[in-house]
Structures are given as structure tokens and as C-alpha cells.
């Protein structure tokens, strides 16, 4: 268990502690993750950003993820999508109010700083957890296109499959939890309030 997210980036802030003094560039996915990658920046002295994808929500489930979408509209798919009864016409229309969500939160979150550009450096992607796996990899997917010198996901608790899911993906991968129990991200927490648009833009000030 973690005490809240806080907590959670302290303690991959030690097993990150090889690229203090690196400059990581360090993307936090809105918006649970933002505070982390926030602090997890400070705490080994690189640059904070966040990396815009969403998850696509199942029909009538809609804390499960079916697939994600970036901004450029790339989409990941789960192979067990259609068992929960999204066809094609259901997931073409989630894709499309995800991507609405997106552009909204690009406008927003835009005029308060540019975008970080990752090419050519060390980025490590911080979610506060993984559990199907599909918004870290279409966040993954849509960084390798833009060269980092070295790829790393960070997180403190997921799902075998999950990480699983990942690994290949990446150059490194912090987790610090990977529990058999696994059923959803916020078990593993004390606290795990949901975080608003505010304080993200609150952050990106900071």
C-alpha cells in the first residue's frame, strides 16, 4: 500500500535515482499521474511536462479500458474489446469524444507552457498505475516516433499483463508493485482522490 500518490513518487524517485543529474524530461499522464511527475522532476532534478493520451472506456464499463487514443488520433485496441460488446461503430464514437477531451485539455494546458520536445533525451512516463496497460502504450508509442535518447516508464503498481504489455516498448522500467491481486489501480492506495483540471494547471505553473 501506498500512503497517497506522494508517497508513490518518493519512493520511484530512489529507484530512479541513476538519472539525477541527467536532465530526465520526466511526462506525467493527465491527470493522476501530474502531481507525481511533478515531484518525481524535482526530485531528480529534470524538466516536467505531460503527455496527452486517453483511455477508450468499455460499453456500461466504463473503468475498463477497451483500447487508448493519442493526439494524433494513433489508437491502440485490446484484443478482448469486442467480448465487451464494443463494435466498430462503438469504439469509432469513443475515439471520437476521447479525442474531443484531448484537443480540450491541449487548449487548455498549451498557453501555459509549450510542450517539451523529447527528442534526444532521457524521458521517463509516470502514470500512478497500470492495469490494462493500454494508455502507457499509446503514450509510449507516440514518444518513440519523436526520438528520445532513452525511454523509461515509471510506476508504482501493475498488473503482470500490464507491464507485461509494456516492457517491450521501453528502454527501462521502474514498478514497484506487481500484486496477484491486482483489480484496479486505487486498492493499492490510502488516499486516492481524483485530480482536477485546476491543479493540473496549477502544476504547470509552478
Request: net charge neutral; charged share 25%.
Amino acid at each position: 500500500m501506498f500512503k497517497d500518490r506522494e508517497d508513490a513518487a518518493r519512493q520511484l524517485a530512489t529507484r530512479l535515482a541513476a538519472y539525477r543529474g541527467q536532465n530526465p524530461l520526466v511526462l506525467a499522464i493527465p491527470r493522476g499521474a501530474v502531481p507525481m511527475g511533478k515531484l518525481l522532476a524535482d526530485l531528480l532534478e529534470g524538466e516536467f511536462d505531460v503527455v496527452l493520451v486517453r483511455k477508450l472506456r468499455a460499453p456500461c464499463q466504463h473503468e475498463l479500458a477497451i483500447g487508448a487514443v493519442d493526439e494524433s488520433g494513433w489508437t491502440t485496441i485490446a484484443p478482448y474489446a469486442a467480448s465487451t460488446g464494443a463494435d466498430q461503430d462503438y469504439i469509432a464514437d469513443e475515439k471520437h469524444h476521447q479525442l474531443q477531451i484531448l484537443h480540450s485539455r491541449r487548449m487548455l494546458y498549451s498557453p501555459l507552457r509549450r510542450p517539451v520536445e523529447p527528442g534526444g533525451r532521457t524521458v521517463i512516463v509516470v502514470d500512478d498505475g497500470l492495469a490494462t496497460g493500454a494508455t502507457m502504450t499509446a503514450a509510449l508509442h507516440g514518444l518513440r516516433q519523436r526520438h528520445p535518447h532513452r525511454l523509461v516508464c515509471a510506476i508504482p503498481v501493475a498488473s503482470h499483463e500490464g507491464l507485461a504489455r509494456i516492457r517491450p516498448m521501453v528502454d527501462d522500467v521502474v514498478c514497484l508493485l506487481t500484486p496477484p491481486d491486482f483489480q484496479a489501480v486505487g486498492q493499492f492506495y490510502r488516499a486516492f482522490p481524483q485530480i482536477t483540471d485546476e491543479e493540473v494547471t496549477a502544476l504547470l505553473k509552478s
